[in-house]
């Protein structure tokens, strides 16, 4: 079936460090999504990406969909203590609107 | 406007029984999809539902199940749970519109089996 290749699965940075993370897929997507998720909370929606090339931003976020359309990467520049949290990529899997599959997250902690 | 609700948020179940978890969406969205979140094995589709009718389902026992009324609130139901039932799940809802497939999330409800 279809998967979501996501790295790194954790990293540690210092507070001001940028950061980027990606995800492939062996398979071809039509939109691709970043989420964030807090300790006990469930993901937010940080960016959605519906063309191949589109390079979105979202305040020190930007995300970027592969032109293959089999790849995207998540950066976050000047990272904050507030970023800490677990990003996952997602995208929808073929014959349904949301049966959506995600990457297996990345989890990141900033250093102060 | 208001973000997408579960009820209960947390709650303690015994193996054997079963439970009933409720999840209201965004005003408007008429798709409302369910989500498993455990430490090892990540978020995995449960199912999904539009217009009351389930669309997909997920590689998931006949134990879990789920419904959409009319007004789009929609409930999953897991029976005779197991331990390995234990885990956070997530709610989200959709406009549907096939420009895109952007869904937003609820807080989710943490389901413990002892």
């Known amino acids: 079936g279809q998967q979501l290749n996501q790295s790194p699965q954790s990293m540690f940075i210092q507070e001001g460090e940028d950061v980027s993370m990606n995800c492939t897929s062996s398979?071809?997507?039509?939109?691709w999504l970043w989420y964030k998720q807090d300790p006990g909370e469930g993901p937010v929606l940080l960016i959605a990406l519906y063309k191949a090339g589109e390079l979105t931003s979202n305040g020190r976020l930007t995300a970027q969909f592969g032109i293959t359309r089999k790849d995207s990467f998540l950066n976050i520049s000047a990272s904050i203590p507030s970023d800490v949290g677990i990003y996952f990529c997602a995208g929808p899997l073929s014959g349904g609107y949301q049966k959506v599959t995600f990457g297996i997250g990345t989890k990141l902690q900033v250093i102060p | 406007k208001a973000g997408v609700t579960q009820t209960p948020r947390y709650l303690i179940k015994t193996r054997g029984q079963q439970v009933t978890l409720s999840c209201s969406p965004i005003?408007?969205?008429?798709?409302v999809s369910w989500y498993q979140q455990t430490p090892g094995q990540g978020l995995q589709f449960l199912f999904e539902y539009f217009s009351e009718t389930q669309r997909n389902k997920g590689n998931f026992p006949g134990r879990f199940s789920g419904r959409q009324f009319s007004n789009s609130r929609s409930e999953m139901n897991v029976s005779t749970l197991e331990l390995g039932d234990s885990a956070l799940y997530l709610c989200?809802?959709?406009?549907?519109?096939?420009?895109?497939?952007?869904?937003?999330f609820g807080e989710g409800s943490w389901l413990t089996v002892v």
């Open positions: 989200a809802s959709s406009l549907a519109s096939p420009s895109g497939n952007t869904i937003y």
């Open positions: 398979s071809i997507f039509n939109t």
């Open positions: 005003s408007g969205h008429r798709s």
